[in-house]
């Protein structure tokens, strides 16, 4: 596997100004730097594909791991994921893994600050 695709950071964009969006990368995956404040934003718009998102968690004290896994819809025009708590979310990188699966190559993320 490749290096993973960066999602850079946004800040809530002003009333009226658009995401910029970045194309999922199925083969990759992806990640974004994560300061406990960010969220995942996904949308797809392709009609014929879907697209299975997972958050990759990291092992907790006791060693459990709790991904979040989330098939988001044919023509899904957002998607939110919450907070990702560091602790639980964070890889070494201070950044979060997705993983993707599907063939909807017209999908999109976006990392936002809250």
């Known amino acids: 596997m490749a290096a993973r695709t ?3 950071i946004q800040q809530l964009p002003a009333e009226g100004a658009a995401l910029t969006w970045t194309t999922v990368n199925i083969t990759d995956g992806m990640e974004f730097l994560n300061d406990g ?3 995942l934003v996904v949308r797809n ?3 014929a594909n879907a697209l299975n998102v ?3 968690s990291v092992a907790c004290s006791h060693g459990r791991v709790s991904n979040i896994v989330k ?3 044919l023509t899904t025009l957002v ?3 919450r907070k990702l708590p560091k602790d ?3 890889q070494a990188s201070g950044k979060v893994n997705v993983d993707l699966t ?3 190559v017209t999908a999109q993320v976006a990392a936002l600050r809250v």
Do not use: E, H, K, R
């Open 102 to 104: 599907g063939s909807a």
């Open 79 to 81: 998607y939110l994921f």
């Open 6 to 8: 960066d999602i850079p």
């Open 54 to 56: 997972t958050v990759v």
């Open 45 to 47: 718009p392709d009609a």
């Open 37 to 39: 404040s960010t969220i």
């Open 88 to 90: 639980m979310f964070n």
């Open 71 to 73: 098939a988001v819809a």
